[in-house]
């Protein structure tokens, strides 16, 4: 059992910057694969990042790449997500999730196992 707690969150101008954290209770946590996601007000939750723990390979939703950056550490059972550059609309409540394993489909909400209960970033233009 994996048990995910967001921080971080809040408003911001345009082309400002904010760092999530999300801390991960459970003994396991290293073996986890981690991602964040994202729902803006009347759409669909999407994909942002993740990284996978073994190799720490990191992935990334073409919309964010080159402005976010996602890192874990296992240490300290946390994962983060260091967002630059921020845009109005990256504006959404962000969630953190865990899987038990990398997968294909680790864009897919349905990869996951476990859910964070979200944190809501607000970038103003």
């Known amino acids: 059992q994996v048990q995910l707690v967001e921080s971080g969150g809040g408003l911001v101008q345009a082309g400002g910057s904010l760092r999530l954290s999300c801390a991960a209770s459970?003994?396991?946590?290293?073996?986890?694969?981690m991602g964040w996601f994202r729902r803006a007000p009347g759409k669909e939750g999407d994909f942002v990042a993740a990284?996978?723990?073994?190799?720490?390979?990191?992935y990334y939703a073409e919309s964010v790449k080159g402005r976010f950056t996602i890192s874990r550490d296992n240490a300290k059972n946390t994962v983060y997500l260091q967002m630059n550059s921020l845009k109005p609309e990256d504006t959404a409540v962000y969630y953190c999730?865990?899987?038990?394993?990398?997968?294909?489909?680790?864009?897919?909400?349905?990869?996951?196992?476990?859910w964070g209960q979200g944190t809501q970033i607000t970038v103003s233009s």
């Open positions: 999730a865990a899987a038990r394993s990398y997968g294909a489909y680790y864009y897919s909400d349905s990869h996951y196992n476990y």
């Open positions: 459970g003994r396991t946590f290293s073996s986890y694969f």
């Open positions: 990284i996978n723990w073994s190799d720490d390979n990191t």
